[in-house]
Nanobody, 127 residues
Framework: QVQLVESGGGLVQAGGSLRLSCVGS????????MGWFRQAPGKERDFVSS????????YYVDSVKGRFTISRDNAKNTVYLQMNSLKPEDTAVYFC????????????????????WGQGTQVTVSS
């Protein structure tokens, strides 16, 4: 089992940047594919980005391609989400999640494939 703690959220103007971090506990972190999801008020939790165990594969939802970058440092048990050119529609609570059943080099976008979740960090983008 792994515990996940997100940080780095905040209030930023449109066009600005934020870097989210998610630190996981335990030595098994390197065996998990990791994902970022977001949930806006009154809406479902949606996939944003994911990265494979060793970082060789990444996937992004179309709306963030070219603006967001996911990365991980397994030595630090940390996954990052660099968010540039932020838009008001990016406003949401952002969650990181761990998929313990992924195969090497693969990623998944399905919420139900992720077994472990952080508590979330609020990102607010003002216009």
């Amino acid at each position: 089992q792994v515990q996940l703690v997100e940080s780095g959220g905040g209030l930023v103007q449109a066009g600005g940047s934020l870097r989210l971090s998610c630190v996981g506990s335990g030595r098994a972190f390197r065996w998990y594919a990791m994902g970022w999801f977001r949930q806006a008020p009154g809406k479902e939790r949606d996939f944003v980005s994911s990265i494979s165990r060793s970082g060789e594969s990444e996937y992004y939802v179309d709306s963030v391609k070219g603006r967001f970058t996911i990365s991980r440092d397994n030595a630090k048990n940390t996954v990052y989400l660099q968010m540039n050119s932020l838009k008001p529609e990016d406003t949401a609570v952002y969650f990181c999640a761990a998929d313990p059943t992924s195969n090497l080099g693969t990623v998944t976008t399905a919420l139900n494939d992720y077994d472990y979740w952080g508590q979330g960090t609020q990102v607010t983008v003002s216009s």
